[in-house]
């Protein structure tokens, strides 16, 4: 296991359109979480699940964005009708058990660029 | 609303010294606090752990405070080396959240 994984590693894409991002996680984990990160800032939190669930959403996740973990292993995050403000870097997070006592282990994030 | 504040955005030191980095934050309690360093285009990994309880942890050259009367961490690097130059995020959680709260970072730079 090489750690979280995160594909593609960049994104470039047209204002409008649709993009779909995977991550997998460390396979002990079974909490993971998705994180925004803009340039000079820290990560925002977005979403988080334990195994299949979604258990939290920030406000931060509009309708546009969905994000789903089918049976607890691998995640994706969609987001519809892409705007300039959804440049970042998605960043996927996993943990073993609560991160208040092991801490995050993220992956390489992917850099989304709307034009 | 909650706020947190890392020292100003950057700091340059000279190798050898020991470099302190400073968290400051407001309307929160909380239970955990975290730091974590990130390299630029890669993803932040953890680096210490304390909790509300506890007042330092030690790891090999890295020290972390945390006073919960002043609001305030801090993290040290001691003998503090060029390939320690990165961004350094502190991080608060509480006991009901799932999701941590970072700083806005501060990156660090050693000089040789």
């Known amino acids: 296991d090489t750690g979280v994984s995160q594909n593609p590693r960049h994104k470039i894409t047209k204002r409008g359109q649709n993009v779909t991002f995977r991550c997998d996680p460390i396979?002990?984990?079974?909490?993971l979480y998705w994180y925004r990160q803009t340039l000079g800032q820290g990560p925002e939190f977005l979403t988080y699940f334990q195994n299949e669930a979604q258990l939290e959403k920030s406000r931060l996740l509009s309708d546009r964005f969905s994000a789903e973990r089918p049976k607890g292993s691998f995640s994706t995050l969609e987001i519809q009708r892409t705007e300039q403000g959804d440049s970042a870097m998605y960043l996927c997070?996993?943990?073993?058990?609560?991160?208040?006592?092991?801490?995050?282990?993220f992956g390489s994030g992917t850099r989304l660029t709307v034009v | 609303s909650q706020k947190i504040e890392q020292n100003s955005e950057a700091l340059n030191i000279q190798e050898g010294k020991t470099a302190t980095l400073t968290c400051n934050y407001t309307n929160y309690s909380p239970a955990y606090l975290q730091w974590y360093r990130q390299d630029p285009g890669r993803g932040p990994v953890f680096l210490l752990l304390?909790?509300?309880?506890?007042k330092e942890k030690r790891k090999e050259r890295l020290k972390v405070t945390f006073d919960t009367t002043l609001k305030q961490s801090l993290f040290h690097i001691t003998a503090s080396q060029p390939a320690d130059s990165a961004t350094y995020l502190c991080?608060?959680?509480?006991?009901?959240?799932?999701?941590?709260?970072f700083g806005p970072g501060t990156r660090l730079s050693v000089l040789p």
């Open positions: 997070a996993s943990s073993f058990g609560r991160p208040g006592d092991y801490g995050y282990t």
């Open positions: 991080a608060l959680g509480s006991n009901y959240g799932q999701n941590f709260v």
């Open positions: 396979s002990e984990h079974n909490r």
């Open positions: 304390i909790r509300e309880n506890e």
